[in-house]
């Protein structure tokens, strides 16, 4: 019994250990000066020192990349939450001709791969010359299928009672719903906020073809570049950047860990 | 009853008018809910998949769109020819197979033992899940350093007869590279959709079993297994489509120090960097949006079978 439970803790910790050594070495990279002695654990202090983040944020456009990054996820996260909420509970709610046409089509292009938009998108973004501006990194993204189909299951699946009681009172429907139904949609909106921060935080392929000036990079595609070019062409450098660009996802993460799970259950398991 | 009835239809035919109106309203709101959606999924999801159709019969240049020809399906013979194109799409297959019974068996395991009575478990459930919300530029690039010449996890691997080279630059060294990372980036996320499976197993059919005098591998066996069918499904659905699609950390370790996309050789090349390179580096939009829609049949099936699937579970 007792060995069993000792064979437990070990593959649990050892996986634990396997999961986290990128991020370590990731982070005692960023602080090794040189390149050279990155592969060569020392207890020389000298060795350590901040110069690879004082490089980074003075050398590259990193500054710029923040900005937009927080920037272009933050309002897509706001347009999801209020667009495909206000879908869901229609879908939900509703009585509209042609419904279940509305339902289906959600569904459909739940199912289309993103890749196959990246080639048309870009020609109608250049088209409209919008290419490097924020209108071409924000506007295709403002909605989800996903975001709709959670929010429409939250609300057929919940009572609605107090938003009838509402009605009696003679409040309108959007009243009721900004005032009462959304308040309560609270664990289906941060569900859903979560997936769309997390997606269009790490988004790389579209950012990559609709930004194609370093000052309006995003992060991804900015670290990216410095990894992959040589205009840093530097080991530690590079991870001094991964760090700066992997915090707020930690932080993101770490708040609201217990939804994440529940999330991935939900968006997984009954979508 | 008959009664209640009838009083409500009175009513109805009294205020009919009033009834109307109250109706039209609600299809007004409706609609002022249902527009922002609907006008932006149209514009930028569903016209996009018919715009790529049609440059996929084209010659198609982004720099003069208007010049455009029609070849018919002349992208879809060449591409079926482009020994490049084919690579791709064996090495997105070859990933599969080795990925999938691989991650899923990891994260059944991990999941069952997280399951039992053992301390620590949101830990350890916090530390699982961290790779896969961690960006796959990040990740790519790291791994690249970490599975470099003289790299931490090279040189672990040294002990076990496999040679001390940069993984990225050697055709099979760098195919497992990509395995390991899409491994190392998954099973968090899989355990987590098992582990919400396992709580939906009653209790007392262990106890049953127990008192059967059933071992645990028998219970896990002949319970946990057959029980966990439809999650292993989902689980296999989920981790098909996300391997078929796999693009970032391929593209990252093979670009690095300025390679072509899929180096060395074509070793790394997944469906969609192809189509990403050929639209993107080389602008052969028209060639690349076929490769596209062959890529977009072959995800959407196994999508719509995955909903069919589960569709189907639902109601029966």
């Known amino acids: ?271 | 009853m008959q009664n209640v009835s009838t009083q409500t239809r009175a009513t109805n035919v009294k205020g009919k008018r009033k009834i109307s109106r109250t109706r039209l309203k609600e299809i007004g709101t409706g609609v002022f809910f249902m527009a922002p959606f609907l006008l932006i999924a149209g514009i930028f999801i569903f016209y996009p998949i018919l715009y790529s159709l049609q440059i996929s019969f084209q010659n198609f240049s982004y720099l003069n769109p208007s010049a455009a020809e029609w070849v018919g399906l002349e992208n879809y013979r060449k591409l079926l020819q482009d020994t490049t194109f084919l690579t791709a799409i064996w090495n997105t297959v070859k990933l599969l197979i080795i990925v999938l019974p691989i991650q899923t068996i990891i994260s059944l395991v991990l999941a069952n033992i997280l399951n039992s009575k053992i301390k620590g478990k949101s830990f350890f459930r916090i530390v699982f899940y961290l790779p896969y919300i961690t960006s796959p530029i990040a990740v790519g690039a790291v791994m690249v350093y970490l599975f470099n010449q003289d790299g931490l996890v090279t040189r672990f691997f040294t002990l076990f007869g496999l040679e001390n080279v940069a993984w990225y630059t050697d055709g099979d060294y760098a195919f497992y590279l990509i395995v390991l990372i899409i491994i190392w980036t998954q099973i968090g996320f899989y355990t987590v959709i098992y582990l919400s499976g396992l709580q939906s197993i009653p209790e007392d059919l262990y106890e049953a079993a127990r008192i059967d005098g059933a071992s645990r591998l028998q219970q896990f066996l002949h319970i946990t297994v057959p029980l966990l069918k439809p999650t292993t499904f989902l689980v296999l659905f989920m981790g098909g489509l996300a391997t078929l699609q796999i693009f970032e950390q391929p593209y990252v370790v093979s670009t690095t120090g300025g390679a072509l996309p899929g180096s060395p050789g074509d070793s790394t090349l997944t469906m969609v960097m192809y189509l990403y390179t050929q639209a993107f580096k080389y602008f052969e939009m028209g060639y690349a949006s076929a490769a596209a829609f062959i890529i977009f049949v072959m995800i959407f099936s196994l999508t719509v079978l995955q909903y069919l699937f589960f569709e189907r579970k639902n109601k029966g």
């Open chain 1, 1 to 271: 019994m007792n060995t069993k439970r000792i064979l437990f803790y070990l593959v649990l910790g050892l996986t634990a250990f396997v999961m986290l050594l990128p991020f370590i070495w990731t982070l005692y990279a960023s602080f090794v000066k040189q390149d050279l002695n990155v592969d060569t654990f020392s207890f020389d202090l000298a060795q350590y020192g901040i110069d690879n983040f004082v490089y980074i944020i003075t050398q590259s456009h990193i500054a710029d990349w923040y900005k937009n990054s927080v920037f272009v996820t933050g309002v897509i996260t706001i347009c999801n939450l209020l667009f495909n909420s206000m879908a869901g509970y229609a879908l939900a709610r509703v009585r509209l001709p042609g419904k279940n046409i509305m339902f289906f089509f959600t569904l459909g292009i739940m199912m289309v791969p993103v890749q196959i938009l990246l080639i048309p998108i870009f020609v109608m973004m250049a088209k409209m010359g919008w290419i490097n501006t924020y209108f071409a990194l924000i506007v295709p993204f403002m909605v989800n299928p996903f975001g709709v189909f959670l929010m429409r299951q939250f609300f057929v699946g919940f009572p609605s009672e107090l938003e009838e009681a509402a009605k009696m009172d003679g409040l309108s429907r959007i009243a009721i719903f900004f005032r009462i139904a959304l308040p309560l949609a609270k664990p289906a909106l941060i569900a859903q906020a979560i997936f769309i921060f997390v997606w269009n935080w790490n988004s790389f392929p579209f950012p990559s073809i609709l930004a194609t000036e370093p000052d309006m990079f995003t992060l991804p595609v900015g670290i990216y570049q410095i990894t992959n070019t040589a205009y840093t062409s530097s080991i530690t450098k590079s991870m001094a950047g991964v760090v700066l660009m992997t915090i707020p996802t930690l932080i993101f993460f770490m708040v609201f860990q217990k939804h994440f799970m529940k999330s991935s259950i939900n968006t997984g398991v009954k979508g």
